[in-house]
């Protein structure tokens, strides 16, 4: 009866950290909902090079999530309460490891690195997520700032 009370509160505390990680997508068309009805700085540019990046996962909601499964399974393979305490740390710390490969291969995102040349003949580099839009070099964009963030879009 006690594993089990100790799966069920495991897994309530697993479903509580997964589903409080809100989706922030890093594309230039997806934009957060505090940011209407904001004014934001508009600068110019034109695109030098764009390549082809990968954003780095979330690893540590996985090796939470890990660490919370394996301590709760490897905890309850034994009835002896100081080797089930040993198999518990050992759940964690094996648990914790695989999760944060998981999380981390679950969450990367194929994304671009736009060189652009500004208007004002500063040279800089944003790092953004795949969107709908594609990006050519010689292509004059916009760039978006809003609170230290920037974002850039084809100027039509």
Do not use: H, W
Not at 63 to 79: F, P, Y
């Amino acid at each position: 009866m006690m594993n089990q009370s100790k799966y069920f509160m495991a897994m309530i505390i697993t479903t509580s950290i997964i589903s409080s990680c809100s989706y922030n997508s890093l594309k230039p068309e997806v934009v957060d909902r505090s940011s209407a009805r904001i004014m934001q700085t508009v600068i110019f540019a034109t695109v030098v090079s764009v390549d082809r990046v990968i954003l780095a996962g979330d690893g540590d909601t996985g090796a939470i999530a890990g660490a919370l499964i394996g301590a709760v399974t490897a905890s309850s393979v034994t009835d002896s309460e100081t080797e089930s305490d040993i198999a518990g740390v050992l759940g964690l710390l094996v648990g914790s490891a695989i999760g944060s490969k998981v999380g981390d291969a679950a969450t990367r995102k194929p994304a671009i690195e736009l060189l652009l040349d500004l208007d004002s003949g500063k040279t800089v580099s944003i790092i953004q997520e795949e969107g709908d839009y594609a990006f050519a070099t010689g292509q004059r964009v916009k760039i978006i700032k809003n609170k230290g963030k920037s974002r850039v879009m084809p100027l039509k």
